[in-house]
């Protein structure tokens, strides 16, 4: 079985097993042996495309092709590049630390653990697909379990909350579906036959009317899940709402579909599309990445202030992409990989501290630095990160984004790169405002009641987070080479 196909068979094949679990220790091990083997999965993967980049100058790597509705030449066809790798690792990460996060899970465990691997199968398909119907489909695996893990296994008003994500999902869902076939019954414009296939439609140029009406509609369908202003909403309150490690992953991992699709998808094979929409959707992400910041400030629920955070920084991977050089799309990349670990580490953190505390209020906490010390120090490194202080993949990516940014040659684009730069004083506000009221100063209020100091899984699942975001703030120089070595044949299709 060829390298790429083994991230389909191996969760499902977890999943199986998964079936006969008869306890919650059952569950959780055979989950964590499920998501272990990804991770070496993932890891393996890295150094064999490393070795294959080495002597191969394909576009992408470890491609297989398959026959799968012949009417429609609709292909089973997979592949990767350097991003594709990247984001396949940080989602075995992450789906590896929410096993650990969720070692207590004592409702349902069976099937959360089932609907937590069936979701992570989702985002393993999507990032490998070269097919559009399989990337699609892949797509709608990821988004269907977060109704579930968050209807039954969420807190607060869930039910509300796991309508609202899946009906503002499913409703983007549409809108791709139709920019998805807008761009297959294009793509026969050269003479050949219709087709899905990624590589194949970039090879002919749909024509101009037909990219400007279908970009915005796969461009919107896409970036819907990567939480564009204005349809951010059901974002913060699906973040609320679900468990500790299914925020994890929906931050962490689900939102990064929308980002990667934007740029796969919409602007490699609608370049022309690009450049005519380009403006409009820089004006709503230059909006989503300070509206984000601002109403983080308000919110004292610790939960809604990173899901506001999320919505910021994650509107910086989209101001990035829209900027169209490859400094700004090498920091989007690197943004969505930062912002993947930044998030699931908080979101970790905050669950923990709310196990022990019993609430997510700032104002009825401080002082936790005296008493819970590991996850305190944890978090204001991760605060640290988000705002972006060197040293951290928050800074990395805030360079490449910015300094790139600045290099559009157009006045009104250096503008909006003002504007997004100004998030990042709002963003140290916001963040060193919880660590001085929740982390420091006298024990007031919940903080005041004994509490269990981190337990082995909570520090492997913190520390499955922490070290990639310092590693990537020492050493980017690899990641970026990769990515930049997958970035150059989009500079090429686009620009």
């Known amino acids: 079985m ?26 959780r091990m055979i989950a964590l042996i499920g998501t272990l083997v990804q991770v070496g999965m993932s890891v393996n993967l890295l150094f064999a495309y490393l ?8 576009l992408m790597l470890f491609t297989r092709d398959l026959v799968w509705f012949r009417d429609f030449n609709i292909h089973y066809s997979v592949g990767v590049d350097g991003i594709s790798v990247a984001l396949l690792m940080l989602t075995a990460l992450v789906v590896l630390a929410g096993v650990f996060i969720s070692w207590k899970m004592e409702e349902l465990p069976k ?29 709608e695996i990821a988004v269907i379990p977060m109704f579930l893990l968050i209807g039954i296994w969420g807190s607060g008003p869930r039910e509300y909350a796991a309508m609202k994500l899946t009906l503002m999902l499913m409703g983007a869902s549409a809108v791709l579906l139709v920019g998805i076939l807008g761009i297959y ?17 970039a090879e002919v140029q749909i024509p101009v009317e037909a990219q400007k009406l279908f970009f915005p509609l796969t461009f919107i369908g896409f970036a819907v899940i990567g939480a564009l202003f204005p349809f ?50 820089i004006v709503l992400a230059t909006f989503g990445v300070i509206y984000g910041a601002f109403a983080a400030i308000r919110q004292t ?27 700004a799309w090498n920091g989007a990349i690197i943004q969505s990989l930062s912002h993947g670990f930044m998030t699931a580490l908080f979101f970790a953190l905050i669950g923990m501290i709310y196990e022990r505390t019993h609430t997510r209020d700032v104002t009825k906490l401080g002082g936790l630095l005296k008493v819970i010390p590991f996850i305190s120090a944890t978090y204001v490194i991760a605060g640290l990160a988000s705002l972006g202080l060197p ?34 004083v709002v963003t140290a506000v916001y963040i060193l405002r919880v660590v001085g009221i929740m982390l420091m100063g006298p024990l007031t209020g919940n903080s005041m009641t004994p509490m269990e100091k981190a337990t082995w899984y909570e520090k492997a699942g913190i520390l499955l987070m922490l070290l990639p975001i310092i590693g990537i703030g020492v050493a980017p120089l690899w990641l970026s080479e990769m990515i930049l070595e997958s970035i150059q044949p989009f500079i090429q299709g686009v620009l």
Request: hydrophobic share 55%; no cysteine; net charge negative.
């Open 51 to 58: 070795r294959e980049r080495a002597v191969s100058d394909e």
């Open 111 to 139: 099937e959360f653990f089932i609907s937590l691997i069936v979701l992570s199968t989702g985002v393993y398909g999507f990032f490998i697909s070269l097919d559009l119907f399989l990337m699609f489909v892949f797509f």
């Open 232 to 281: 951010h909403t059901w974002s913060p309150d699906g973040h609320a709402s679900a468990p500790t490690a299914v925020s994890m992953l929906h931050a962490g991992v689900l939102m990064k579909l929308g980002g990667y699709g934007v740029f796969r998808v919409a602007m490699y094979l609608m370049p022309e599309g690009t450049l005519h929409w380009s403006w409009f959707f």
């Open 391 to 424: 040293g951290f993949s928050g800074f990395v990516a805030e360079m490449n984004i910015f300094v790139g940014a600045f290099q559009h040659p157009e006045i009104p684009y250096r503008i909006a790169s003002i504007f997004a730069v100004s998030a990042i």
């Open 301 to 327: 629920d610790l939960k809604y202030i990173n899901a506001y955070s999320s919505v910021s920084h994650l509107g910086l991977v989209l101001f990035a992409l829209l900027m169209l050089n490859k400094t």
């Open 2 to 27: 060829d390298i790429l196909s083994l991230f389909i068979v191996v969760p499902f094949l977890t999943v199986l097993v998964l079936l006969t679990a008869r306890s919650l220790k059952q569950a």
């Open 185 to 201: 019954f294009n793509s026969g414009a050269g003479g050949g036959p219709l087709t899905f296939n990624i590589l194949e439609i």
